[in-house]
C-alpha cells in the first residue's frame, strides 16, 4: 500500500489515517463489484444479481459515513499539513466519488429489473447499445482510478483520463444509434430509453473515475489538475513564452 501514512511522533495519527484508508480500500473493492454485478444483471436479465446490488448499496453507505467520521476525528484533532492534509482530503474526496459510483451502479441494477424478460425488443437494443463495451470501459477506469491511488502512479492515473476521452467518444456513438433506432422502431422507445439511461449511468462513473484518478495528482504533487483552463497557475505552466 502507497498511500502516505508515514512515521510520525503521534503514532494514533498513522493507526487513524491508516484505518481510513483501509476503510476507502474496502468502500473501493466494494463498488467495484457492485458496477460489475449490476452489468451482469442487465445483460443477462437476471432480476436476482440486481436485487442483491440493490441491497448491497447499504455497505457502500455505511462505509462512508465511517469514513466522513474518521476524516472529520482527523481533521479535529490532529490538524494535518502539507501532505499529510493532502492524504486526508484525497481519501475524502475519493469517499464521495465511490458512493456516486455506488448509486450509478444501483441506479443499472434498477433498470435491469425493469428490462426483464429478455424480450426480442429489449435484447436487439442492448445488442445495438453495445453496452457491453462501454461497461468494460468504465469498469477499467474505476479500476485504474483506484490502482493509481494504490501506488501513487501518475502514469496510470493519466491514461484514465485518456480513457475519458474514449469512453466519451463511445458514449455519443451509442446514444446516436439508439435515437435513430426509436425513430425506426417506436415499438421499443420505453426499452431504448432505459437502456439510454444505462449507458449514461456507466458514462458517470467514467468521469467520477477520472475524478479520483485526478485527486492522485493533488496528493503527489499538491497541484489540482481538474478545470486546467480555470486554473491560472496551470495556463501559466502550458502557455508558451512571450517572443
Same mark, same amino acid.
Given at each position: 500500500m502507497s498511500i502516505p501514512t508515514s512515521a510520525h511522533t503521534l503514532k494514533k495519527f498513522d493507526e487513524e489515517l491508516s484505518t481510513l484508508r483501509d476503510l476507502v480500500l474496502k468502500m473501493g473493492g466494494i463498488v467495484e463489484e457492485q458496477v460489475l454485478r449490476a452489468m451482469e444483471a442487465i /445483460? =443477462? *436479465? @437476471?432480476? &436476482?444479481i440486481a436485487r442483491s446490488v440493490i441491497e448491497r448499496d447499504r455497505d457502500i453507505d455505511r462505509l462512508e459515513l465511517k469514513a466522513d467520521e474518521e +476524516? !472529520? $476525528?482527523? %481533521?479535529? =484533532?490532529r490538524a494535518p499539513l502539507g501532505i499529510d492534509l493532502r492524504t486526508v482530503l484525497t481519501l475524502s474526496k475519493t469517499v464521495? @466519488? %465511490? /458512493?456516486?459510483? *455506488?448509486d450509478e451502479a444501483k441506479k443499472i441494477a434498477r433498470i435491469a429489473i425493469q428490462l426483464q424478460g429478455g424480450s426480442e425488443a429489449s435484447e436487439g437494443v442492448l445488442h445495438l447499445a453495445e453496452i457491453g463495451t462501454l461497461s468494460r470501459l468504465a469498469l477499467n477506469m474505476l479500476h485504474g482510478a483506484l490502482d !493509481? %491511488? +494504490?501506488?501513487? &502512479? %501518475? &502514469? =496510470? !492515473? #493519466? =491514461?484514465?483520463? /485518456?480513457?475519458? &476521452?474514449?469512453l466519451d467518444d463511445a458514449y455519443k456513438n451509442m446514444v446516436g444509434a439508439l #435515437? #435513430?433506432?426509436m425513430a425506426q422502431h417506436p415499438?421499443?422507445?420505453s426499452q431504448a430509453v $432505459?437502456?439510454?439511461?444505462?449507458?449514461k449511468a456507466l458514462e458517470r462513473i467514467g468521469d467520477h473515475s477520472k475524478n479520483i484518478a485526478e485527486y492522485v495528482f493533488y496528493l503527489v504533487e499538491g497541484r489540482d489538475v481538474r478545470h486546467p483552463k480555470s486554473n491560472p497557475a496551470m495556463q501559466g505552466e502550458s502557455s508558451d513564452k512571450p517572443a
Open positions: /445483460e =443477462r *436479465g @437476471d432480476s &436476482d +476524516v !472529520a $476525528q482527523l %481533521l479535529a =484533532r464521495n @466519488d %465511490l /458512493e456516486r459510483i *455506488g !493509481a %491511488l +494504490v501506488r501513487l &502512479d %501518475l &502514469d =496510470r !492515473a #493519466t =491514461r484514465v483520463g /485518456e480513457d475519458d &476521452d474514449a #435515437t #435513430t433506432y415499438n421499443s422507445v $432505459q437502456v439510454m439511461f444505462a449507458i
